[in-house]
């Protein structure tokens, strides 16, 4: 009897999580609103398995031994420019201070700033590397999205991008409603959904993100740094759980039938970038044609307009070769 009746509540639970995958792949949101995408963001393994990975894609979704391994010493002039207006580099011997019009290092400005600009894009490496065991993106991928979009100066960029990763308000509202984790950490206990749609809720989450400090070692908050690295690969992964529900919505696979792990993340860097509608449309089209497993090759000559190529192209710069990790 006791066989039976947990047979019963395995078979309830099964038959209505297919239930509410079914009308999430129709479209369907109006009786069940978000509490569906919440269902189907847990449901959603393909983000965390990773296998299936083509071996030409393995230098970027390697997982190194230590953070020493994640090592750089880039001129990154953004960087420089930034220590340099906020005082922590002197640059008065230089050429206009040695900043540009756009308030990037000039050359001379560049070459004072080196050590801590060595220094800075170098701090964070620890907690970027706990988050694979923490969160489950993996580690190249994230320290090339933030080298990326704010060249490791985590603080507001045009008063709409926040932290490492330039986060923006929508981007965050977002991630909020796909991944109950990042809820977890960081929506006011018993604020509910309306951590998602808050708009002093989502400020006060963003600004945790902005992480310089005028009174701190090189203009950064250390502790406040590493927090909020994790809480970024948060955002991330709840980009992932959205892009293997766009490609369930756009071919009725499963994501990981669908494309292998690789392409997942890359197409996850699309959505990031560009946006949902860039992901569904290419893989809609795609799956047309092709009626079968993805690759990103498949996919990525299938982009168009500006929005979605722009998209494309991101995903390729960060998941391009940069570390002689295997193979």
Request: glycine share 6%.
């Amino acid at each position: 009897m006791q066989y039976l009746i947990s047979w019963i509540k395995r078979f309830f639970i099964v038959s209505i999580a297919v239930f509410l995958l079914f009308l999430s792949a129709m479209g369907v949101k109006s009786i069940f609103g978000s509490q569906v995408q919440d269902v189907v963001a847990q449901a959603v393994p393909s983000c965390l398995n990773r296998t299936n990975i083509p071996i030409a894609d393995l230098h970027w979704i390697y997982v190194p031994d230590n953070a020493a391994a994640l090592h750089t010493e880039e001129d990154y002039y953004y960087l420089a420019g930034q220590l340099i207006i906020n005082n922590i580099v002197d640059a008065s011997t230089c050429p206009n201070g040695g900043l540009t019009l756009n308030e990037y290092a000039n050359a001379c400005g560049m070459s004072l700033a080196h050590p801590k600009v060595v220094e800075l894009q170098n701090i964070i490496d620890e907690a970027i590397l706990k988050t694979w065991p923490n969160v489950g993106v993996p580690p190249v991928l994230l320290r090339q999205l933030i080298r990326q979009e704010s060249q490791f100066w985590p603080s507001i960029n045009s008063q709409t991008h926040y932290g490492y990763g330039h986060v923006t308000n929508m981007g965050i509202r977002n991630a909020l409603e796909w991944n109950p984790d990042l809820r977890q950490k960081v929506c006011p206990a018993g604020s509910g959904w309306a951590c998602t749609y808050d708009q002093s809720i989502v400020k006060e989450i963003l600004k945790t993100l902005v992480v310089t400090c005028p009174t701190c070692a090189n203009g950064i908050d250390t502790e406040a740094a590493n927090h909020s690295v994790d809480i970024l690969a948060e955002v991330v992964l709840g980009y992932c759980y959205q892009t293997a529900q766009l490609i369930y919505n756009a071919t009725g696979w499963y994501s990981s039938n669908a494309v292998d792990y690789a392409t997942l993340w890359k197409l996850t860097l699309m959505d990031y970038n560009a946006g949902s509608q860039c992901v569904f449309d290419t893989v809609a089209k795609t799956f047309k044609i092709v009626q079968g497993p993805m690759s990103w090759e498949d996919l990525s000559s299938r982009v168009t307009g500006d929005l979605c190529i722009r998209g494309k192209t991101y995903a390729n710069q960060i998941t391009a070769k940069y570390y002689n990790f295997p193979p």
